[in-house]
């Protein structure tokens, strides 16, 4: 079984500063790794993933995610947010023989102007 | 491209009601998913289809939820009666058989029982 923790539920930081949203995974077998973006009413979007090689993915929007097995983390940065990145965040993971993805709670990003 | 559509966006209900939600996938996508999203939470999987048929409704409450996906394309999710802790927001998602790395995310329909 899989799961993944979203150690912070909301993250407020000023417009400009960057930011790191954590992720941790659990998982008996290797795994898939997703960043999901919800904005207000709206579906989710995916700003990358994490299927194989480079451990250092780049997504959509300046956001980057690092895959670090030893600590089973994937945590999400992006150098310089904007006020537009106001939004959910959720991570997600999927295990090489499956199709579900299995979510976190979630965490709140306020970029204060 | 159109992608994939939900309707209703809102709908709200006395408890012990039946309320219906209904997606649209992609055209084209073989698989379609209806996920759970209760408030401060992240989406949890009810019912994963692969063309018409459901292939894993572990998640899915069959005591009065059910789902259906006739012709593989169009998919109503169904709830009869409804209760209080039903109110969340479900998400229907589709993607191409066999590829679960792109799926795409309807907006969702938001329930609130009253």
């Known amino acids: 079984a899989q799961s993944v923790t979203q150690l912070d539920s909301q993250v407020p930081v000023f417009e400009e500063a960057p930011v790191e949203l954590r992720c941790n995974y659990s998982s008996s077998v290797s795994v898939y790794l997703f960043w999901y973006v919800q904005y207000p009413n709206q579906g989710l979007q995916l700003l990358l993933k994490y299927l194989s090689g480079s451990t250092l993915v780049k997504g959509i929007n300046g956001f980057e995610a690092e895959f670090n097995k030893s600590q089973t983390s994937f945590h999400l940065r992006k150098p310089s947010v904007h006020i537009s990145d106001t939004a959910e965040y959720f991570c997600a993971v999927s295990s090489t023989g499956a199709n579900n993805l299995f979510f976190g709670t979630g965490t709140r990003l306020t970029v204060i102007p | 491209e159109a992608g994939v559509v939900q309707s209703p966006r809102y709908k709200i209900i006395e408890k012990k009601q039946p309320v219906a939600f209904w997606c649209n996938p992609i055209?084209?996508?073989?698989?379609l998913y209806w996920y759970r999203q209760n408030l401060g939470q992240g989406p949890e999987l009810l019912i994963r289809y692969e063309n018409e048929e459901a292939v894993d409704d572990s998640q899915l409450p069959k005591d009065r939820f059910s789902a259906e996906r006739l012709k593989g394309v169009d998919s109503t999710l169904k709830i009869q009666p409804a209760e209080l802790g039903d109110s969340a927001v479900y998400l229907c998602?589709?993607?191409?058989?066999?590829?679960?790395?792109?799926?795409?995310f309807g907006s969702g329909t938001r329930l609130t029982v009253v």
């Open positions: 055209s084209g996508h073989n698989t």
């Open positions: 998602a589709s993607s191409l058989e066999g590829d679960r790395f792109g799926y795409t």
